[in-house]
């Protein structure tokens, strides 16, 4: 499968390449500055340009099966909504429909899902921004008609690949840990290029 990511310059992004190439895909590498992509491999293409130029986006977008988008925060607000508007226009302007999205958990109906820390202090005043963003972001994803998944992924850590996960549990669930490494995170969103489980679904990520 022929796919391209945004966000790959970002921690989670690098493990989407990593192992999306492992995989046998072919990568589009879509950054500001591709001089941080490491990766070299025959089937990697980095491209330079920025989420926020709509242009550029629409650029980048044709002759690609799907879209992994992990947008970071960024310097600005609203990096995430803005920047994922743009490659949904994009994406509807020239027929690609499979869109795999990565959120927070947290967003949408999963705020149940937080403790008192995270509801309050993190989300409610420390990345009350960056929670705004997530919230905008998935709204745009939901209402562009796309074949679209937006991933919920608890707090990053850095511990190592381990595929042993929990995912798509209850909004009452309480038992999560808020909690799951960059490199689990990268491979449930790559699982879902093949699979249609979670296909217009909000699917919680931790362990």
């Known amino acids: ?23 046998g895909h072919e990568v589009t590498a879509f950054a500001r500055n591709t001089d941080k992509i490491t990766i070299t491999h025959k089937n990697l293409c980095k491209v330079s340009g920025d989420a926020m130029n709509t242009s550029s986006v629409a650029s980048v977008i044709p002759d690609h099966d799907a879209v992994v988008c992990v947008l970071g925060a960024g310097r600005k607000g609203e990096v995430r909504a803005r920047g994922t508007q743009n490659i949904i226009d994009a994406m509807q302007s020239h027929n690609i429909s499979r869109l795999i ?8 109906d999963s705020h149940t899902n937080l403790n008192f820390f995270w509801k309050y202090i993190m989300f409610g005043m420390l990345l009350r921004p960056a929670y705004a963003d997530h919230q905008l972001q998935e709204q745009y994803v939901q209402k562009s008609g796309l ?61």
């Open 1 to 23: 499968m022929k796919i391209i990511v945004f966000g790959s310059t970002g921690s989670v992004g690098k493990h989407v390449i990593e192992q999306a190439l492992e995989k």
């Open 101 to 108: 999205c990565q959120s927070t958990l947290g967003a949408g």
């Open 147 to 207: 074949d679209w998944t937006i991933v919920r992924p608890g707090a990053f850590t850095n511990g190592e690949l381990t595929h042993e996960y929990r995912h798509g549990f209850s909004t009452h669930d309480k038992s999560a840990k808020l909690k799951i490494s960059r490199s689990d995170v990268a491979d449930f969103l790559l699982k879902q290029l093949l699979d249609k489980s979670y296909l217009h679904k909000t699917p919680a990520l931790s362990y």
